[in-house]
Nanobody, 124 residues
């Protein structure tokens, strides 16, 4: 499975961005999809995931209520709608696959596949 994130950019605090993730590979739809981010000088942070059948969704407290994940298995894509962005959201965002979507897998960073990320900068 190969993944490519896109849609990053510069946005002012309080603004919105929508990130996209394109997945390729015959087994892509068998996996949960998650997003993690890494800011300069900081550890990787898992922030959200959605199960392969959309039956389970997890949000980290840092993004809950502001970010929304979705996926379209027919198109092998996933999206992350980010609203009310804050300067602390500045990071490189990566989409990734997981075996299972739940808080533990995200917190432990149990990712199987991921690609190059997309930079999100929140600044006035």
């Amino acid at each position: 499975v190969q993944l490519q994130a896109s849609g990053g950019g510069l946005v002012q605090p309080g603004g919105s961005l929508r990130l996209s993730c394109a997945a390729s590979g015959s087994t892509a739809n068998n996996y949960a999809i998650g997003w993690f981010r890494q800011a300069p000088g900081k550890e990787r942070e898992g922030i959200v995931c959605i199960s392969h059948n959309e039956g389970s969704i997890y949000y980290a407290n840092s993004v809950k209520g502001r970010f929304t994940i979705s996926r379209d298995n027919a198109k092998n894509t996933a999206s992350l709608q980010m609203n009310n962005l804050k300067p602390e959201d500045t990071a490189v965002y990566h989409c990734a696959t997981l075996e299972v979507c739940y808080s533990g897998s995200v917190r432990r960073g149990e990712y199987k596949h991921w690609g190059q990320g997309t930079l999100v900068t929140v600044s006035s």
